[in-house]
């Protein structure tokens, strides 16, 4: 029972993150599992990359049905992130102590933060004013960053994203998550396979638990954030980052 309890309370916060701002699973259940339930750290991610595949991929096409979702240019940057992740893994390895595992529980905070305080106003309008040819150069680009820096310091591809996407490439904000969930769906799944192909079957249990949770919660979120205000979806998305972050430096540091 305690089991099912922590990893819906996880799906919860991973599900909202999701549908609300792109927000990567692996943020919230990972902490979650390994200090609650003592999960392995390599096991626990797996579970949670496997709850975001899912999670990602129902906001994916909840945004896209909206017609909040930049497929052509996400594409794009996926390919770059997928191929830059690697890069950066690389280029980790031969650099002794780069440990950076809390900067994206801080940018997570940070990020809530910012949209509370400062929201993202764009508009599609604005949005159609760059050209295509710019737009697809700005994709490759960004992507190789944000590919680079998750692979460098393994963390942060979700808020990177959305980071980029709203702040660098002007979207709009459903947008810009829209796109961001499209992306993650591919990336998760990648990441998935890689760690069950590598450290076998996770606790089939966990894995249920968290993946039907998170796919119900990131369902609902995205609903609610297609049919809100710019203003709405700004505000609830700020107070979903913040909240989680603080929650998740709180189980970090238990």
Same mark, same amino acid.
């Given at each position: 029972?305690?089991?099912?309890?922590?990893?819906?309370?996880?799906?919860?916060?991973?599900?909202?993150?999701?549908?609300? $701002?792109? *927000?990567?699973?692996? $943020?919230?259940?990972?902490?979650?599992?390994?200090?609650?339930?003592?999960?392995?750290?390599?096991?626990?991610?797996?579970?949670?990359?496997?709850?975001?595949?899912?999670?990602?991929?129902?906001?994916?096409?909840?945004?896209?049905?909206?017609?909040?979702? &930049?497929?052509?240019?996400?594409?794009?940057?996926?390919?770059?992130?997928?191929?830059?992740?690697?890069?950066?893994?690389?280029?980790?390895?031969?650099?002794?102590?780069?440990? *950076?595992?809390?900067?994206?529980?801080?940018?997570?905070?940070?990020?809530?933060?910012?949209?509370?305080?400062?929201?993202?106003?764009?508009?599609? &309008?604005?949005?159609?004013?760059?050209?295509?040819?710019?737009?697809?150069?700005?994709?490759?680009?960004?992507?190789?960053?944000?590919?680079?820096?998750?692979?460098?310091?393994?963390?942060?591809?979700?808020?990177?994203?959305?980071?980029?996407?709203?702040?660098?490439?002007?979207?709009?904000?459903?947008?810009?998550?829209?796109?961001?969930?499209?992306?993650?769906?591919?990336?998760?799944?990648?990441? $998935?396979?890689?760690?069950?192909?590598?450290?076998?079957?996770? &606790?089939?249990?966990?894995?249920?638990?968290?993946?039907?949770?998170?796919?119900?919660?990131?369902?609902? $979120?995205?609903?609610?954030?297609?049919?809100?205000?710019?203003?709405?979806?700004?505000?609830?998305?700020?107070?979903?980052?913040?909240?989680?972050?603080?929650?998740?430096?709180?189980?970090?540091?238990?």
């Amino acid at each position: 029972m305690f089991r099912f309890f922590i990893c819906f309370i996880a799906g919860i916060g991973a599900g909202l993150g999701t549908g609300f $701002a792109g *927000m990567s699973a692996a $943020a919230v259940i990972s902490p979650m599992l390994i200090t609650f339930l003592g999960l392995p750290a390599y096991e626990a991610v797996g579970i949670a990359l496997a709850s975001d595949v899912l999670a990602s991929a129902i906001s994916a096409y909840t945004y896209g049905k909206n017609k909040n979702l &930049d497929i052509r240019n996400g594409v794009v940057m996926m390919v770059s992130v997928l191929l830059f992740t690697l890069v950066g893994s690389f280029a980790a390895s031969k650099v002794p102590n780069t440990t *950076m595992g809390s900067f994206s529980v801080f940018m997570t905070l940070l990020l809530g933060i910012k949209f509370i305080v400062k929201p993202v106003m764009t508009t599609k &309008d604005s949005m159609k004013a760059v050209s295509d040819s710019k737009r697809f150069i700005q994709s490759i680009i960004c992507g190789i960053i944000v590919g680079f820096i998750c692979g460098f310091i393994g963390a942060g591809g979700g808020m990177m994203m959305l980071l980029i996407l709203t702040g660098v490439l002007g979207y709009e904000l459903k947008t810009a998550v829209g796109t961001s969930v499209f992306i993650m769906a591919f990336t998760a799944f990648t990441g $998935a396979v890689s760690h069950f192909a590598i450290g076998g079957m996770p &606790d089939l249990w966990c894995l249920v638990f968290c993946v039907a949770s998170t796919l119900l919660w990131a369902r609902i $979120a995205a609903k609610f954030a297609n049919k809100a205000s710019a203003v709405t979806l700004n505000r609830a998305t700020g107070v979903v980052l913040a909240v989680l972050g603080i929650a998740i430096l709180a189980v970090n540091y238990m």
